[in-house]
Each structure stands twice: as structure tokens, then as C-alpha cells.
T-cell receptor, first 107, second 117 residues
Framework: KNEVEQSPQNLTAQEGEFITINCSYS?????LHWLQQHPGGGIVSLFM???GKKKHGRLIATINIQEKHSSLHITASHPRDSAVYIC?????????FGTGTSLTVIP | KAGVTQTPRYLIKTRGQQVTLSCSPI?????VSWYQQTPGQGLQFLFE???????NKGNFPGRFSGRQFSNSRSEMNVSTLELGDSALYLC????????????????FGPGTRLTVT
């Protein structure tokens, strides 16, 4: 049983395209986290959401608590956005992770 | 402020040996969590330490253990290594524990890549 499901697994986009990555979870959460992992392994936390919507630059994250669903949007994608994006459900006691979405943005 | 540091960055061990990994959190952070990342299983939560006490534990065997010191630095130990323990081990620190119902941002270290032969 996967507590967190992410889609798509792989995504290739042309530079400038609008990108959406989806995350569904089945556990009760105190927050939903979006993480970015570049080749080499380093992980950066992009967003921590408990409700509504957050925006950092070209990145937007939304969450619907009733539907247990979150989306990560990238506007005007750029090759430097190429990375693996992982959603994580924070139950307060532990984290459950999605399998990640590998994004490649082609110039 | 210095970020989360992990040592060593790379490690090669033989099956049956034990290993200790170290994590130094961001100054002022009291919570340290450990994660295992493998190509097959992805990221999995190992355990969280807060104020020198293990708060939560994921679904890993007792060969995986950890501790936290009074300065919040944490170590993780794996005994009787198996080939399947080959993974990237990440630690993350946060200001406080999320266990009180209020979530806190996690800051990840660069990871220790462990290879078991």
C-alpha cells in the first residue's frame, strides 16, 4: 500500500512550457512537502503546505485537504528546473514519500 | 548559517560489518531525522531524534539504530550490514519536532552514500 502516489513518473518538456506534477495521499497530514533533488543527491525543500496555495518565483504549490491532493506547477520551465521532484506527507510522526517525478526540460 | 553536514560522504563496507554515520544539524535546530534512499524503494523514513530521544521510527529492522547528543548532533548505526543496505542515507534537521501537530521545515544534508560489498 502506497500512502503517497505521484504522477507522472517521468516528464519531458520544452523550455517555456507550463508543468504540473500531481500528488495524492491517503494519510492524515500536518503538512505536505515538495522536495527537489538534483543529480548527486542533494535535496532542497521547495514548499511546506498545510492549506491553500504558495508561490516562490515560477513555482506554485496547491493543496486540497478534502480531496487529499496536491499539485506542483512550474511556469515558464527552464533547463535548470531539470531534477526529480518528490512529494512527502508529514503525519507529525513520520514522513511518507512519493516515488518522485523525473523532469527534463529541453532547451 | 552553515547547513546540515554529514560525514563521511562516501563509504564502502563489507557485508557483516557495522557502520556509523554522523549528522550535524543547523545551529539551533533540535530535531534530526534520518532517511534511506534506494533506487528500488525510494525515500523511506528511518527515525527522528528530538532532545536526545527517539521520537518516531519507521519500518526498519533493529539493526538500524541512532542517537542524538546534547548539542543535537546525531549518529546513525547499522550493524551486520547486508547488501541491501547499500543506499544514500540522508539526514534532515528542523527547528523543532513536528510531533506537536505543528509542522516544521526540513533542511537536508548532502547525504552519505554507503556501498556494501
Amino acid at each position: 500500500k502506497n500512502e503517497v502516489e505521484q504522477s507522472p513518473q517521468n516528464l519531458t518538456a520544452q523550455e517555456g512550457e507550463f508543468i504540473t506534477i500531481n500528488c495524492s495521499y491517503s494519510v492524515g497530514i500536518s503538512a505536505l512537502h515538495w522536495l527537489q533533488q538534483h543529480p548527486g543527491g542533494g535535496i532542497v525543500s521547495l514548499f511546506m503546505l498545510s492549506s491553500g496555495k504558495k508561490k516562490h518565483g515560477r513555482l506554485i504549490a496547491t493543496i486540497n485537504i478534502q480531496e487529499k491532493h496536491s499539485s506542483l506547477h512550474i511556469t515558464a520551465s527552464h533547463p535548470r528546473d531539470s531534477a526529480v521532484y518528490i512529494c512527502a506527507a508529514n503525519t507529525g510522526n513520520q514522513f511518507y514519500f512519493g516515488t518522485g517525478t523525473s523532469l527534463t526540460v529541453i532547451p | 548559517k552553515a547547513g546540515v553536514t554529514q560525514t563521511p560522504r562516501y563509504l564502502i563496507k563489507t557485508r557483516g560489518q557495522q557502520v556509523t554515520l554522523s549528522c550535524s544539524p543547523i545551529s539551533g535546530h533540535r530535531s534530526v531525522s534520518w532517511y534511506q534512499q534506494t533506487p528500488g524503494q525510494g525515500l523511506q523514513f528511518l527515525f527522528e531524534y528530538f532532545s536526545e530521544t527517539q521520537r518516531n521510527k519507521g519500518n526498519f529492522p533493529g539493526r538500524f539504530s541512532g542517537r542524538q547528543f546534547s548539542n543535537s548532533r546525531s549518529e546513525m548505526n547499522v550493524s551486520t550490514l547486508e547488501l541491501g543496505d547499500s543506499a544514500l542515507y540522508l539526514c534532515a534537521s528542523s527547528l523543532w519536532t513536528s510531533g506537536g501537530g505543528l509542522p516544521y521545515e526540513q533542511y537536508f544534508g548532502p547525504g552519505t552514500r554507503l556501498t556494501v560489498t
